[in-house]
Structure formats: structure tokens, C-alpha cells
């Protein structure tokens, strides 16, 4: 089975300032995806960044950006001048073929 | 604005109830998923439709019963629930790749916030 671990339940960064976000997850697949999606006090789930375990370039988005590290099953979130609406619950997420497993979420405030 | 529209966004009801929750995309989607998310926890993965045929049911409870009456519609119908089943209900849909790998990630609905009484 599948498990995706985040291991800072909280933390917080100044408005401007770079953070890193860090999950590692286990599985026995080969082919997989990694994503990482934002949840807002609105509650809407939010694709932030996703990454195909294939591919070895570090995807890009925008501000945000991942650390990919397939041998070590590591998928890390940085996000760059961060900004006040950044803040939200980020969850890790692993999916195989529909099966999407959660970790279980850093909850970032972003401080002005 | 999201794509994947959930309502109602609130319900209340009694453990004897019968009520329906309802997910509706116009994306051309034809992976669409049911999950559950308590207060401050992951969502946790309930339901998988392809091409409108349940293809995981992640040992959900009886008393939850979906349905994919199209390709744009999935429903939970919900009838004598427990107060522990008070939670938050996100939808979600996705492409879906016969025989390929999907490439597509899942847009999720705003949820519907559930409490039983």
C-alpha cells in the first residue's frame, strides 16, 4: 500500500520569504504521480504542482517548485516570495492509476 | 470558481433521514470520485467512477450508496448515517486514459459540509 508522510504538521514563514514544504512517500510502483495541492480556509482543494515520477526534471510552477527525489521517495514543496493569500493547509498526494492516497497536511501561515 | 460543482454546500440531518449529494462536471471527465474529510485531516478516498462504473470502493459503509447516473453527475445517497459520519464530502473528477497512464490531475468541488444530529 501506499503511504505519503509529511512530517510538519504546522509551520510559517514572513510574507517575501522562500519555505520548503517536505513529504516523502512510499511504494512499490514505478509509475506514479506526485502532487501537491492547497486547501484555503474556503475549503476548495487546489492543484498546486504536480510531478510524473517518470520525468526527472523538477517540475515549475509560477512561485512554487519541487525537489524530486525518486531514489529516496522524497517530493518537497518550495514555495518563493510567498505571499499572504499562500496561506492554507498543503497536502502531498500520491496517485496510481486513480488511487489517490493524502499525506496528512502542513497547515502554512504566511506573516506579514 | 470551480469547475466541479457540489450541492447542496450544507446539509443537517437526522440518523433516520434519507438525503442525496450531488457532484455535476462539464469537463468531458470520465473519472469522478467521492471522498471524505474530517476537521483537520486528509481527505480520505471513498469512491472511484470510470466511465460511469464503480471501480473502488474503498470498504465504505453500506449506508453511503453512489451513483453515476451520466458522465457529468455522481451522487451519494446517504440514509442512516451516524453522527461520526459528520464531515466534509469533496467530489472530484478526472480524465481518464483507457489502457494508458492518466495524466491528468483532479479538480476537486468546493465539498458539501455534512452533520448529523
Known amino acids: 500500500a501506499q503511504t505519503v508522510t509529511q512530517s510538519q504538521p504546522e509551520m510559517s514563514v514572513q510574507e517575501a520569504e522562500t519555505v520548503t514544504l517536505s513529504c516523502t512517500y512510499d511504494t512499490s510502483e514505478s509509475n506514479y504521480y506526485l502532487f501537491w495541492y492547497k486547501q484555503p480556509p474556503s475549503r476548495q482543494m487546489i492543484l498546486v504542482i504536480r510531478?510524473?515520477?517518470?520525468?526527472?526534471q523538477n517540475a515549475t510552477e509560477n512561485r512554487f517548485s519541487v525537489n524530486f527525489q525518486k531514489a529516496a521517495k522524497s517530493f518537497s514543496l518550495k514555495i518563493s516570495d510567498s505571499q499572504l493569500g499562500d496561506t492554507a493547509m498543503y497536502f502531498c498526494a500520491f496517485d496510481n492509476n486513480n488511487d489517490m492516497r493524502f499525506g496528512a497536511g502542513t497547515r502554512l501561515t504566511v506573516k506579514p | 470558481d470551480t469547475e466541479v460543482t457540489q450541492t447542496p454546500k450544507h446539509l443537517v440531518m437526522g440518523m433516520t433521514n434519507k438525503k442525496s449529494l450531488k457532484c455535476e462536471q462539464h469537463m468531458g471527465h470520465r473519472a469522478m470520485y467521492w471522498y471524505k474529510q474530517k476537521a483537520k485531516k486528509p481527505p480520505e478516498l471513498m469512491f472511484v467512477y470510470s466511465y460511469e462504473k464503480l471501480s473502488i470502493n474503498e470498504s465504505v459503509p453500506s449506508r453511503f450508496s453512489p451513483e453515476c447516473p451520466n458522465s457529468s453527475l455522481l451522487n451519494l445517497h446517504l440514509h442512516a448515517l451516524q453522527p461520526e459520519d459528520s464531515a466534509l464530502y469533496l467530489c472530484?473528477?478526472?480524465?481518464?486514459?483507457?489502457?494508458?497512464?492518466?495524466?491528468?490531475?483532479?479538480?476537486f468541488g468546493d465539498g458539501t459540509r455534512l452533520s448529523i444530529l
Open positions: 510531478q510524473e515520477a517518470y520525468k526527472q
Open positions: 472530484a473528477s478526472s480524465q481518464e486514459v483507457r489502457g494508458g497512464f492518466r495524466d491528468q490531475p483532479q479538480h
